[in-house]
Structures are given as structure tokens and as C-alpha cells.
């Protein structure tokens, strides 16, 4: 919940996953299913019912929710549960059977000590320990393993208390290997995922063969690792060492389902590298669409029918357009219409490289890898023969108009407020002027390289993702003493979304930076500030300036300029203007890039500027 | 997103809905719909657009969501597409046509000057900030106005910056009231929604006519209005006084569906009234199946097939039924056992009173019409003359076994662990023991009235919800100093989906609780305890006792005790022993209530222990 997600309980789930299977199969891919039990993790938001645990311990992660421990009946029950789940999976033709452990579910809660208290058959010692596990293997090795192959993924280390230690971990693979054809390895508890799918801004490529390496000591059994691997010569180097076998690439996939294919190709210079901004993640967290920094079509392909590399002859192709500004939704929108076979595309920057506000995020700490987002699109710029990329070249509305092009899309981007206006008071702060040496924007501190006239800095911010924490961070590291400040209940919330939180904020405080939140900054005076907290009692800080990150505003000059002389457009044979990206609304950068994308993919639809609707689920009888 | 809303975008909504407006015909009642634009709250999770509304300020409810101001033609398209939605409102069959404006969607958006600041005709005076909504009426008064009737939905007054004030919220009445049918007032904004949906800790029966009773002065149109109401008597005083002519009651009606049928009928005794507890809201917002303290019924009715009111006779009726405690869960259980004609039912109870843990939460600051969960069932017990209700009598296993009855639920209850296992840790406190002076349960505070032997306490809180926030204010009003010490992220953090964090919060602190979050404890002394904050720092507070709200645990005894001997049970004739509520597993009041429904209503399935599938929404393509 409140998904409506797949599921293998009855005959007619058997119906709908086999329409997949046989899409998969259809394209010369195996199919598999991670059938899973959460055990302790399990709110049952649907069903309302307790979930059960070998223990009645605790669930760590989910708020709350209390398991009852499995009697022996129970035991027998799942592991039939799991026997016919694998029997209906085969049915709807799926190659690979999971008896899937990872994240803390219900065999690794066996495995654990932190879950299993029992003093039967299934808890004390590791033999006992591991019978559930051991045994629902051979239970599904016996129904389907003659068909299909028999899969298990487990956390080798959960580097906390809530799973095993590598140890124990490398002594379940040997215990168990008899029973299985791929050994599917990574790190972390479910309350730890953030060690798992670890975001670029604190995990290196290919991290956790620091603990899943090891593997090899137990199995010469196939194994697929994990761990934010991007780079097809480090991919090639992990198989060629005989560590892994297969690459397991998720987040890499989302970036450019064609990897597999640009690595057996060659085209290594086209494949979109996942920038680990866990964007992905956060998308579902939220609750959200599918999205991806580097790739816009990502859940796209069957909605709103986006092959990501496939581009159709646009009807108007005939038109030149003029693209104003090469932040990263111009880029994108340059490259979809480039694709599309517009005659001329023209891509003009103002300033002397391309990328727009991805250019200073990526020099915040730990956020280098964002930068890919420019990189890749300034390479495939670079391939398309109809698209002319022009940079030092600032144009006002009269100049777009004038500028020869029958299509002229704005993409100039936002600024961060100069005057604290933010999301809950719609007003500036009193005293909060850019203009004045103690108060600054991001893009004062990061493009202009202001600095507060002093030693001490509150960063304040109303926004709650990387911009504030990636400042204050970075002053910090340039020895000021700060304090950041938030009216929100969390520091970086958003953040949490993306798996970098409680990582962000402990190395926040490892740097010294000091933390305040549900805090509103209410007044801005030379050497300090007022604030308020939720309950209304003032506060004073000094300090010698404050970087406000309150709200984004969308640089709109260059579009209300041209849409707003229809008569002039006409005059310059200007046929439509259309904007993209941060000037229509600042958002998430994946969606600033989904709208140049959007774009460009329709540029040919009878109105552009509104998106043509996308196929959408609904309830049916 | 991420729910499968129902919508009126194509004909094929139109489809699906007019299935549900022949059923509401069917029954005799008109349907209604409340067509609305959340305008800047419109995160647009599905379709990734940047929203739009009257002007480019960030939503002050949905987090770094900024919308691109309207232009003259979105905001004739909204008003084209409202117009083609009553019309497919009207071809589905529905009745009654909203435009909705309450919660600050975009008609109020329009109508405020905390979201407008427009220049043209849209904004500035009174006259132009109401011209989108009186346009927009108008319009669909036009298209469907004599087959449907026009209803709108305003927030008479913010209560906050978010909306308008009372005044001008009388002006748009009398400014509208040619055009609109029926009036649908409230109070609050979408981020003060706490405030329209008041949970019965904070706010009385009634308590919006302080401001929508003013409406009379506006208009002589039907009016509905809100605000928990939920006695008989103080709803007909509403009407007749000509205030209202329609009571609003989407929480009582969870409560009771046949609310309205049992005051015609003159049944009040039978009346749920709702509690205010908001577990409805709470379970919404954290994206669970619709649950009601009350009325264990509520959204059972299609996926289970539970009629509220009617009970068939159970295949088994021939049986003797003991259920053993009389809490929420076992009261429940013997009500439905009851209905459904079970020969004799005994519901056996240890304590003089029935209510179990509802007894001593209902004497928390605030909750007392929590008790309305066992009033209601103390009632209807009464009236079912199969069950027998039996107090002050404690009965072991053998008791059980040896009662005489075939059938035998267990109902025990949970109680608070007693030396600080918590979730997070599976693992006691150091020191934490409460046969000790300076440690205390929750059960201790309230049913044996210890209390801290000093007049510094600590309430630690690992559960998140009413009973360690009750208990602190509880004991702040007795003058004791108190600290609430949670490892959570915030105070309380569920109550915010009950929509009393906030609130509560401030409560708190104005009655001097010191507040401390994401900080857990360690270790207790007499005199002090050590604590943990998030980033590893150990910190000590001096205080006389500890009051531990961190985990409940199962009282299992009598179940484990029944259970585990089976030739006993046969050798004293009984055939079957179930186990309900907390003494399975500790959960929500409202799933515990549930789950003691459950088992009456499927206790002649063949297996009443595993609850029988229910339908679910399943992908299909």
C-alpha cells in the first residue's frame, strides 16, 4: 500500500505477470521475481492484520508496528505460502525464483540474533538460525527448481545490528549453496538502505566489494553484486576478476536502459552514467512518477510512448529554433529537437560554459558526480550536426525575437530570492537585502564567491533539500562558524527521500555546523538575527551574515518579453514561444529536464505548450 | 498519487462513475461531487507539470512546490475544462456540482491575497480576487445548472494568513449567492486542516458555528456545515435554530452509516459516535486502508462484504463461546459473536470495570471521549441476551480450559515493557526496571497511581503517539517538571497524521514540558539518566524517575497456556482457541477493535484463526 502492486496470490496475478514474462522473452531476457516476506517490516496497511516475526520484537523501521512471533504452524504456512508463490511464478513463465532475504525480510530476521529469540528448532545457534531459510530453499529447489533457477539475495554484512556480520554471512552462502544457482549479494539493513543504494555524495564506485567481494570464499556459484556501479571499465574489471559475475545495476538502468548494449557496442561515450543523486529514490518515497536526473524517459516508455533512443522525424522539422539558455532543460530540449530533425537548432548560453545552474551545484561537497548531467549533454550536443551551440551570448527579449528563428524556447532558469520571500509567509524578511555585504544568495556564495564580512554565518533555509546543507557544508570547510536554521520540522528533509539524511546531517555536525530547526528568521540586522520557533518564542543569533535559501524564482524577463508582443513575434516571422525548465517553475532538476525533454517530443503536437495527456491507471469494475 | 483516485477527465470516468451514482439512486440519495484545482498545492506527484496559480508563490503546504503564475488562457482553460467536468458530471448522473474552494484550492486562491498578487483584472480589489470563482460558477451554472444543483465550498474564515477572514468570507456569499445552490462551510486553510477536522482533543462539538453560524447573515440559502457534531440533540437544536440546514458529518458517518436511520427511528442508544481520536485521518495519511475506532465495519463493507448493521447466524451457533477480557478487542468480539447468535457467550473480566486499556487512556488530558469506545459497547452488550458479561473474575489457563465452553477467545490485552526494550535497540535499558521507585509504566501512572518519588520526571517516548505525550501533560499538571525524551524524529510524529501534532506540541510547551527529539536513553540511575543524541553524543539529564513508553507486550500467558496443550483442550471438550487485540500483537485501538470483529464474523470459516482474503485492486492492463 497504497501502490496497487503486482503480486503472485492467485490465478488471475498468474494471467497479468505472464503478459510480462512474455514481453521479456520476446526481447531475449530472462525474467525473474523476488518473492519477499517482510516479517517484522510489515504494517499490513492493507490488510490490518499483525504482521508475524520468529520474534514479537519490534519493528526497527517501520513507526510502531509490533509483529506476533510464528508458531510452528505459522513456519509451515509462509514456507507453503512461498512453495506456491514459486509454483504460480512459474506458471506466468519466470526464469528466476528469489527466496529473497536482503533488507532485513523474514529469512534474514531468522538469520539475525537482533530478530530471533527463539528457543525452538529455528533460533539459538546458526544452525537453527538458518533452518527457515535452508529449508524454504529446499522446499522451492524441490517444486520449480528443475524449471526455473533458484535465487537468494543476502546482506553479507548489515553494518548495524539489525541482520549478520559478514562472517555469518559468508557462512550462510556455504550452508545454503547447494540449493542455489545465483548468489545475489549486498550490504545494509532495510533501516540502513541508505548503505545499500548509497547516494554519490558519500559512496564510491563499486563500495560494498569491500564486504560482498568476499563472497568468492564461500560459492563458485554464479554471483551478482551491487554498488553504485556506473563505469564500463570497472564493470569489465570485477567480472574479468572472477569476483562477481553479473553487474546487478539499477539505478545505472534508470539512467540508460541501453547500457548493456552501448558497453557491447562500443558507444561508451553515449551511455547516460547514473550521477547517484537517488533521485530514483526519492521519487518513490514521495510517492512520486518515476523520475531520473539523467534520464527523462524513465517510466515514461509505456505512458506516454518515449522510446529513450528512438526520435521521430518531427512534422515541422523544417523550422529553425533558437533554444535561450543551456542550463540543463535547454540542453535536454537542444538534444530531443536536434534528434527530431529540426533544420537549425540554436542553443545560446550568456555565459562562457554550458550547464547553468548544474555548473556550482556540482562544485557543492560531494556533489561532483552531479555534474554528469552536464557532461553527457554537452557530448551529445556536440554530435548533432543541426545543432549549433553558441555560449557568451546574452540575449533580451528583442534579440530572441529578431534572432531569425521561427521556434524560440526560453530556458533561462531561477535565482534564488535576494529578499527571504519564502513558501510560508509569501513576504521578504525584514532587512533581508542581497544588496548588503552581510546578506547573500547561493548564487552570491557559489558564482560570485561573496562571503559574510566576518567569521560566523547562518545558512537559513526554507527549502529543506541540498542547496542549504551543501552551503553550509562548504562554509564550513572554509573555517566560518555556522549555524543553519530551518522553520522545517527536519534538516534536509527532502533529503531523507534520497537516502543522504541522517548521513548529511552527521557529517553536518561532524564539521561543526550547528543546527536549529522549526525556526523561522523573522528579522536581519548587521551582526544578527531574530527568529522565531514553532511555539512563538523570539530568539536573537549573531552573526556576521546570513545566505538565504528560502525560494527560487523563475527568471521569466526573457519569455514575458517575447509572448507579450504578439504583434512583434509576428512582425519577425516568430511562429511560437515556448519555455522550459526553472523560468516557467523551479523544481526538482529531473523534472526541470523531463520539461525540456517534454518539449521537445511535441514540439510537433497541435499546442506544445500544454503536454498531450499520458495513459493513466483507473478504477475499474 | 500514489492512490487510484477517481476522476471525470474522459468518458470512460464518466463510465465508472455512473456505475457508483445508479447505486446512490438506488438507494434513494442524491450524489455529489466536489470538483476541484488544488491550484499552488498541486504537487502533481503523476504528471511531473509545474502547477499553476494566480501568482508564482511557493505552496505553503506542499514542500518546495512553486507554481508558475496563471496566464489569461489557463485560466479560461481551467475554467473550460471545470465547465466540461460538470458536464460529465451530469452525463455520470451526479446531482449535486462543486465548485469547491475550501482548503485554499484555487478558487480561494484566487479569492486571498496571501496567494494573489495579481495586477489585471484577477487581482488587487475585492471585485477582481473574487472574479475567477463568481466567473467560474457562473459558467458551470450555465452548462449544467438546471439539472444539477450548484454547490460551493468556502472557508468562511483561515484562521490564518492562508485564506480570507470572516468578513470578506461573508462578502463572497452575498457576492455569490445567485449562482450557488447550496453552501458548504468550514473553517481553516489546507495547512491549518487541523483546524476544520478538529480532533476531539482540542476541539468541542460545534465549535465552527462560531464562525460559519455567521453565515445566515449572508444568505438564506440551504447550508451545510461542519465541525464535530455527533449528538442527535445537538444537531436538530442546529437546524431548528435555522442556522444550518444540513449537518456535515463525514467522521460520524464513518462511525455510523446509519446515523441518520437511527435518529428517524429514534435508536440513539445504538448510535457509534465518533470519538474525534482522527484515526480515520491518520490512516489516510499514512496511506492505509480507511480504519474508525468505532465502527470496525468501516471500508470492510465491499472488500469483505460486512454489512454495518446485519450479523447472519453463525454455522456454528450451537456453541458455547468464553471470551476472556473485556477490553476494545474482546467487547467487540462477544458483541459480534452475540449478533450472530452464538448459543451462550461469556465475556469474562478481571477488573470490576469493562474497557481494559481504554478505561485509563480515556483519562488522559483530552481523551475522553475516547470512552465512547467502550460506552457504546457496554450498551449493546446489554441488549444481547446470549452474552453474559462476568467482572472482578481473573482467569489462569486451566480456568479457561475448565470453563465449560467449546469455543474460547483470548482477549488479554498488552501491557507496557517495563524495562525499556524499545524498537530500536531489542534490548533493555541499563537500570530500567519498574519495581524500582524512580521507574514507571504508563499502567503504573494510571491504574496504580505511581508517581516519580521527586518532582523531576522523564517521559521517554519510543512509540510516537498519545501515550507518552498524555502522560506528560498529565504529569506537568500535576506540577511535576517534566521532560519528553524521544529518539524519534519529532514529538509525537503519528499524532501529526491525526492532525493533533501541533497542536499538541504547543500544548506541551505551554504547560512548561521541556522537549527533546531524536535523543535516546541509555542508561537510568535514581537521580538521572544518561542519553544519546543522533550524532553519538552522550548527554545526562538530573531527574527523580523515568516514566517508559517505549514498547508494548503481548499478555500472551493465558493464550500460550491454552494453546500449548491440546490433548487438555480435548480432554475438557474444547474445540477451538483464538486470540484477539493486543494480546496477538499491540496495535492501533481502531485494528484491535478490528481484529476482535474479525474473528466474530468469520468464526464459523473453516480456519477462523487466518482471516479469509479480502478483494483487492490488482493491475490489469
Not at 88 to 109: E, T
Not at 147 to 167: F, H, K, M, N, Q
Not at 212 to 218: D, K, L, M, Q
Not at 432 to 453: I, Y
Request: glycine share 10%.
Amino acid at each position: 500500500m497504497p501502490y496497487v502492486s503486482a503480486r503472485l496470490w492467485d490465478d488471475e496475478d498468474v494471467r497479468c505477470l505472464s503478459l510480462m514474462c512474455d514481453e521479456v522473452h520476446e526481447h531475449g531476457a530472462l525474467a525473474g521475481v523476488e518473492l519477499h516476506h517482510g516479517g517484522a517490516h510489515s504494517p499490513n496497511r492493507e490488510t490490518r492484520l499483525a504482521p508475524i516475526a520468529p520474534s514479537a520484537l519490534a519493528s526497527d523501521y517501520e513507526p510502531a508496528v509490533v509483529p506476533r512471533a510464528m508458531e510452528l504452524a505459522d513456519i509451515r504456512r509462509i514456507q507453503e505460502q512461498w512453495v506456491a508463490a514459486a509454483r504460480r511464478a512459474r506458471s506466468a513463465g519466470f526464469d528466476i525464483v528469489y527466496v529473497y532475504g536482503a533488507h532485513s525480510y523474514l529469512p534474514m530476521q531468522f538469520l539475525s540474533p537482533f530478530y530471533n529469540r527463539r528457543t525452538d528448532a529455528y533460533g539459538g545457534s546458526f544452525a537453527n538460525r538458518a533452518r527457515f531459510w535452508l529449508e524454504t530453499l529446499e522446499l522451492v529447489r524441490g517444486a520449480v527448481g528443475h524449471d526455473c533457477a533458484i535465487a537468494a539475495r543476502i546482506s553479507l554484512d548489515a553494518l548495524g545490528p539489525a541482520g549478520v556480520e559478514i562472517e555469518e554471512g559468508l557462512a550462510f552462502v556455504r550452508a545454503a549453496d547447494h540449493l542455489v544457482d545465483l548468489w545475489d549479494v549486498n550490504i545494509g539493513s532495510i533501516d540502513e538502505w541508505s548503505k545499500d543504494a548509497g547516494a554519490s555524495r558519500f559512496f564510491r564506485e563499486g563500495y560494498q566489494l569491500e564486504w560482498t567481494g568476499r563472497i568468492r570464499e564461500a560459492t563458485a556459484k554464479p554471483v551478482v553484486g551491487v554498488g553504485r556501479l556506473t563505469n564500463p571499465d570497472r564493470m569489465a574489471e570485477i567480472v574479468s576478476s572472477g569476483v562477481w559475475d553479473v553487474i546487478g545495476a539499477a539505478r545505472p538502468s534508470i539512467a540508460d536502459p541501453f547500457l548493456p548494449r552501448k558497453i557491447e557496442e562500443g558507444r561508451l561515450d553515449e551511455i547516460r552514467e547514473c550521477t547517484g543523486a537517488n533521485v530514483c529514490v526519492a521519487k518513490a518515497e514521495d510517492w512520486r512518477h518515476l523520475g531520473c536526473l539523467q534520464n527523462a524517459t524513465a517510466g515514461e516508455e509505456y505512458r506516454r510512448g518515449w522510446h529513450p533512443e528512438r526520435f521521430a522525424r518531427a512534422s515541422n522539422a523544417d523550422r529553425d529554433v533558437l533554444v535561450v539558455g543551456a542550463g540543463p532543460a535547454g540542453m535536454e530540449c537542444a538534444i530531443v529537437l536536434g534528434k527530431r530533425g529540426l533544420r537549425r537548432v540554436h542553443l545560446v548560453e550568456a555565459e562562457a560554459e554550458l550547464g547553468g545552474c548544474v555548473r556550482w551545484i556540482s562544485r557543492l561537497p560531494g556533489l561532483g558526480e552531479w555534474g554528469r548531467v552536464v557532461n553527457w549533454r554537452t557530448v551529445q550536443l556536440g554530435k548533432l550536426r543541426n545543432v549549433e551551440v553558441i555560449t557568451g551570448l546574452e540575449l533580451s527579449a528583442a534579440d530572441a525575437r529578431e534572432y531569425g528563428a521561427e521556434i524560440v524556447v526560453v530556458a533561462t532558469g531561477a535565482r534564488w530570492a535576494a529578499d527571504g520571500t519564502s513558501p510560508a509567509t509569501h513576504a521578504p524578511i525584514a532587512g533581508a537585502d542581497a544588496s548588503l555585504a552581510h546578506v547573500l544568495t547561493p548564487e552570491q556564495v557559489m558564482v560570485e564567491g561573496k562571503r559574510p564580512p566576518g567569521s560566523r554565518v547562518v545558512v537559513y533555509d526554507c527549502e529543506g533539500y541540498f542547496a542549504a546543507a551543501g552551503l553550509a557544508e562548504l562554509l564550513a570547510g572554509e573555517r566560518f562558524d555556522v549555524e543553519l536554521v530551518t522553520p522545517l520540522e527536519q534538516i534536509s528533509p527532502f533529503s531523507d527521500m534520497t537516502l543522504e539524511g541522517p548521513l548529511l546531517r552527521q557529517r553536518l555536525h561532524d564539521r561543526g555546523v550547528s543546527m536549529r530547526r522549526e525556526a523561522a528568521i523573522i528579522r536581519v540586522e548587521p551582526g544578527g538575527v531574530t527568529g522565531e520557533t514553532e511555539f512563538g518564542d523570539l530568539f536573537e543569533l549573531e552573526t556576521d551574515g546570513i545566505v538565504l535559501v528560502t525560494q527560487r524564482i523563475s527568471n521569466d524577463a526573457v519569455y514575458v518579453g517575447l509572448a507579450g508582443d504578439e504583434e512583434a513575434l509576428r512582425a519577425e516571422g516568430v511562429e511560437a514561444v515556448y519555455r522550459v525548465g526553472d523560468c516557467v517553475a523551479p523544481q526538482l532538476l529531473a523534472d526541470v529536464i523531463f520539461d525540456g525533454h517534454r518539449l521537445g517530443r511535441e514540439i510537433d503536437s497541435p499546442n506544445p505548450a500544454i503536454p498531450l495527456p499520458a495513459l493513466r491507471e483507473r478504477p475499474t469494475v
